[in-house]
């Protein structure tokens, strides 16, 4: 398969052809699964910061504003680099990026050991900041280079297929991180006491200790340090500047990437936002107990994996339809069936199959809209977007179990939106892709803005209920943007 992929006045003409491919997406695609596991560790970290060092709410989601906000100060930085210097990624190729942004990511890891041997919580902080800088990096070089491993018309299908990892990693780094970390490794040295001297325990009563996020966080580092030696032995395409990379803001001349990066602020806001009070909505609407509620939201965050999987079959360009359609089919219910026995393990067997059988119903219209979407990135993020305003609606207008249900069906079809915004977005932006990139990334800062909107209205209304009105506007946007936002215009 001869590809020219890249071809521009300012970058290298790469004949695809030379390389493997495959090789190179399974490499780069590990990378989605790391980036997806750790963020998803920090849900686990927060209950550790908040017993050893004592703090209230607000201070123990400093770990999350740490976390998100380096990609926001991050992605400044870059642009701020890109348009003085020129873009640093086109002059380091993209391969160098990753290995940069690996390393990065070692050292925050690494800066875990010293945090908890000395109980400093800026330092877990620090660490955070650096690792989620790390990401920042990683997220800016490897989506785009996804997206030019092959054809360009095929960008959203492997884009799909990478972010299925990415969410298969958020998916079950709750059960192995928290195992790591109250169980296994806390098993290991001498427990932690609060200010009045007594042992800290989890509230199962076990103790904690440093080396629970000591050993875990160091294995990580390692694992990083290892990727980027594999990615430096790897034969992958090296992508750099031809001629002098082009100062300033270039990207930004085009409407269908401003547009794209509104559009990237509200799919993570309203994505994070929903996730973030489904908890505390299944409590309000059914009492659920907050054990209970925790898998139940495994569902909504797999649904997302089960998604995109299906993306990445609908937009490929491999197999006839029949045996496409065969193919999502089987990946729909086996990877269903797979998170309901994930849940059902860590339950001890006590979630019963019956409490997420209403789940199916959404598999099924999830694979008839993806029909309907018919492999073509913008028809389907346009649908998909109608669906979630639907769904919102619906738990608007109802109540009890049926309301939480309409809420949880979202995952599905939150599933493609990441990969189809980010791909229609840096299309057709040559010598600009990694500087669009980059202000994609930036826009993840929707993930704290909008859920502290959402968390005010909430307040405002006392209760959750009629908050998803914010995350309907964001949905509402992502629907014109698969409509019309996304067409290719240059200022």
Known sequence: MAIQSVSSSNTQQIDLSKYNLRLSLIVVTSLFFMWGFITCMNDILIPFVRKVFELGRFESLLVQFAFFGAYFIGSVVYIIISTKKGDPIVKIGYKNGLIIGLLVSAVGCALFYPAAHFKVYGLFLSALFILALGFTLLQIAANPYVAILGKPETASSRLNLSQAFNSFGTTIAPIIGGYFI????????????????????????????????????????????????????????????????????????????????????????????????????????ANIPEMEAKSFLAFYWGGAMIGRFLGAISLSDKGSKPMKMIGMALISVSTYLIIYGAVYLETNGSFAFSKIAPFIIFLVV????????????????????LVVVALLLGTIVTSGMTAIWMVLGIGLFNSIMWSNIFTLAIKDLGKYTSQGSSYLVMAILGGALVPLLMGYVADMLNGYHFSFIIAIICYLYLAFYGWKGHEVKES
């Open 366 to 385: 999830n694979y008839l809209f993806f029909i309907l979407g018919n492999a073509k990135p913008a028809r389907t993020l346009l649908l998909f977007s």
């Open 182 to 285: 109250f169980k296994l490794f806390a098993q290991w040295g001498s427990p932690l006491l609060n200010k009045m001297g007594a042992v800290i325990l989890t509230d199962a009563g076990t103790a904690i200790t440093a080396n629970g996020v000591q050993a875990p966080y160091l294995i990580f580092s390692v694992i990083f340090i290892i990727l980027a030696l594999i990615i430096k032995v790897t034969r992958l395409p090296e992508i750099t500047a031809a001629h002098e990379v082009v100062k300033g803001s270039g990207a930004l001349k085009y409407r269908h990437l401003v547009l794209g990066i509104v559009a990237i602020f509200m799919y993570v806001g309203g994505e994070v936002s929903i996730g973030s009070v489904l908890i505390n909505y299944m409590k309000e609407m």
